[in-house]
Nanobody, 128 residues
Framework: QLHLVESGGGLVQPGGSLRLSCATSGSALDNYFIGWFRQAPGKEREGVSCISLSGASTYYADSVKGRFAISRDNARNTVYLQMNSLKSEDTAAYYC?????????????????????WGVGTQVTVSS
């Protein structure tokens, strides 16, 4: 059973940066694809970025391309999401999730309902 705990959320001004961390335990991280998802009030949960076992393959939603960067440190059992140039529309609860390897990394980000392991989330608020 894989456990995931997010941290690093908070209040930031537009144009600012945050780095989210996802600490995992209970099972070796390098057995899983990892993804970051977000959910704003009244909206469906969406895939923000996902990363393959070794980190060689990544996927980003169009809305965050060029601003967010996902990375993983399997030795430290931690996955990161560096978020730069934040906008008000990035405001949401951010969740870390894990799934067993899929044919493509994009598939993980596009099918959140099929993901078995989730963290409890961390709130990101972008406001002046």
């Amino acid at each position: 059973q894989l456990h995931l705990v997010e941290s690093g959320g908070g209040l930031v001004q537009p144009g600012g940066s945050l780095r989210l961390s996802c600490a995992t335990s209970g099972s070796a991280l390098d057995n899983y694809f990892i993804g970051w998802f977000r959910q704003a009030p009244g909206k469906e949960r969406e895939g923000v970025s996902c990363i393959s076992l070794s980190g060689a393959s990544t996927y980003y939603a169009d809305s965050v391309k060029g601003r967010f960067a996902i990375s993983r440190d399997n030795a430290r059992n931690t996955v990161y999401l560096q978020m730069n140039s934040l906008k008000s529309e990035d405001t949401a609860a951010y969740y870390c999730a894990a799934n067993f390897p899929l044919p493509t990394i994009q598939q993980m980000c596009s099918t959140p309902k099929a993901i078995p392991y989730w963290g409890v989330g961390t709130q990101v608020t972008v406001s002046s």
